[in-house]
């Protein structure tokens, strides 16, 4: 590392002696120009040292909070350039987008950047129509998953009911588009389709019908010495692994860092399921039955939007957020979440099963919930997590199983998997209990549900056997908490995975 360190500062020694720059040229033109925090090359770099792709650093050596100079970001560049034989699809674009902005300081440095001759004859020599610009920094990733999932569930009344088959085989695709805008914005678009083993076009946990889709949309720039991000996103920018929030929202959100800690506010409207006649007999099968054993028939939301107690079908709520984390050291991190939920109108609704069986509506009291976990990085390959969650819902006061307004957990990982990482691996246990009313929707997929929480175990483990493709295999064992809804007493789900990146 002192090595490393004496090399970026020897270079940096030696432009000095080349002679001051005018004052009023632009960034790109003064090799010493800081690189803006919120530019995204910070993790573009970060992500490249952890995946092995810059020589001499290991995973946690590349201090994103620490502010360096073009010259120093184009020597990081340079290094991943001669590793780019061993990038998979998502390193490959990091190290382009470097290459792109920090072309200049790479050929001051007497570095080849690959393909600019080819790509000037290319474009003399091509015929037909022509995209006239592309955005700037344009890339385009994506995945292909097949899944089958298969399982059985013991019955409350000791039956037993399995799943598994056509139905629960998957096809699943995703485009991931970013460009930059300008300014120091940049732009993401996403695209998603998935099918089942009969062609038909299959529900996801993205929130989509199935057929292809945008499922998410945004902007992010700079705001007041952080970044602001607007439209359809997912998933938090202060910490992630949350057993409250893993749901899709659009909204807007804004995070700053202040030393070790890093704070976060956000405002959405959350997904949700409505329960509404659509008019297309086809939607309306879902049967469901009463205490007499009588069948009622009820509508079939269009997406596979996971719906919970917090975040009802039928209803609909908006989002207020607050999240900080503090890095106490690089090993660990201290993180704290509080949401306080709103209705949208009148606070009054119905699920689908609700109104096929002619229940009166229920009212939403406005929940607020409280989160907290630690992450911690053991040793080299050895990560846990804890969380811990509690909401001031009082539905559950009165009923023989407790408040039911708590989630705990404890996640252990070993190793690291990455798809540009050929033979990485990662094995994974996560403990977890999930109770009734307690988040709008985990980022675990043993979770609380509509009427119902859960607690059991995820075993997962991950393999990459050559670059860019993917193997996962997951064990889920799952006990209902209550069983006020679900007739499921306890049930075991198993999951295989193939990925492609590209």
Avoid: C
């Avoid at 109770?435 to 985990?442: A, H, L, P």
């Amino acid at each position: 590392m002192i090595k490393q360190k004496m090399l970026l500062g020897l270079v940096s020694a030696a432009f000095l002696g080349m002679g001051s720059l005018p004052g009023a040229a632009e960034a790109a033109d003064n090799p010493f120009a800081s690189v803006p925090p919120d530019s995204g090359y910070y993790d573009d770099v970060d992500a490249l040292v952890n995946n092995g792709l810059i020589y001499g650093y290991e995973k946690g050596e590349f201090k994103k909070t620490r502010i360096i100079s073009r010259m120093e970001m184009a020597i990081f560049t340079a290094k991943a350039m001669s590793a780019m034989d061993r990038a998979g699809a998502e390193d490959a674009q990091r190290i382009q987008r470097l290459i792109k902005e920090f072309s200049g300081e790479l050929s001051d440095m007497h570095v080849k950047v690959p393909g600019v001759a080819a790509k000037k004859e290319e474009s003399k020599a091509a015929s037909g129509p022509k995209i006239k610009q592309m955005p700037k920094n344009f890339s385009l990733t994506g995945l292909i998953r097949l899944r089958d999932d298969w399982g059985h569930n013991k019955n409350a009344d000791g039956k037993d009911d399995t799943f598994g088959g056509t139905k629960n085989h998957q096809l699943l695709w995703q485009m991931f588009t970013k460009f930059d805008i300008g300014a120091g914005w940049t732009g993401e678009i996403d695209f998603l389709g998935a099918k089942d083993g009969d062609g038909d076009s299959r529900t996801t946990g993205e929130n989509t019908s199935g057929t292809a889709d945008i499922n998410k949309a945004f902007v992010t720039g700079p705001l007041a010495g952080g970044s602001v991000r607007v439209g359809r996103v997912k998933g938090s920018t202060v910490y992630g692994d949350s057993m409250i929030m893993g749901q899709y929202y659009q909204g807007i959100d804004y995070t700053r860092k202040f030393g070790k800690w890093k704070a976060g506010a956000t405002w959405g409207k959350v997904d949700y399921n409505t329960s509404r006649w659509s008019g297309d007999t086809e939607k309306v099968n879902t049967t469901y039955y009463d205490k007499d054993g009588k069948a009622h028939y009820g509508y079939k939301a269009e997406r596979g939007v996971s719906g919970s107690d917090m975040n009802p079908d039928g209803l609909g709520v908006n989002m207020t957020q607050i999240q900080t984390s503090y890095q106490a050291s690089k090993d660990f991190a201290w993180n704290m979440g509080f949401w306080h939920l709103t209705a949208r109108g009148s606070g009054n609704y119905r699920s689908s099963k609700d109104i096929a069986l002619g229940k009166a509506s229920t009212h939403y009291n406005d929940p607020n919930i409280f989160e907290t976990s630690v992450s911690w990085q053991a040793s080299r390959k050895l990560k846990v997590l804890g969380n811990f969650a509690i909401s001031d819902d009082t539905r559950g006061k009165d009923t023989d199983f407790g408040r039911q307004n708590k989630a705990y957990g404890i996640s252990f990982r070993w190793g690291q998997v990455a798809a540009s990482n050929p033979h990485s691996s990662k094995l994974q246990l996560d403990l977890l209990h999930q109770e009734r009313y307690t988040g709008i929707k985990s980022t675990y997929d043993l979770k609380n549900k509509m009427g119902e929480g859960e607690r059991g175990f995820i075993l997962d483990y991950r393999y990459v056997p050559i670059q860019n493709v993917m193997f996962d295999f997951r064990w889920m064992h799952y006990h209902s908490l209550g069983k006020t809804a679900a007739k499921t007493d306890h049930g075991n789900q198993y999951r295989v995975q193939a990925y492609y990146y590209f």
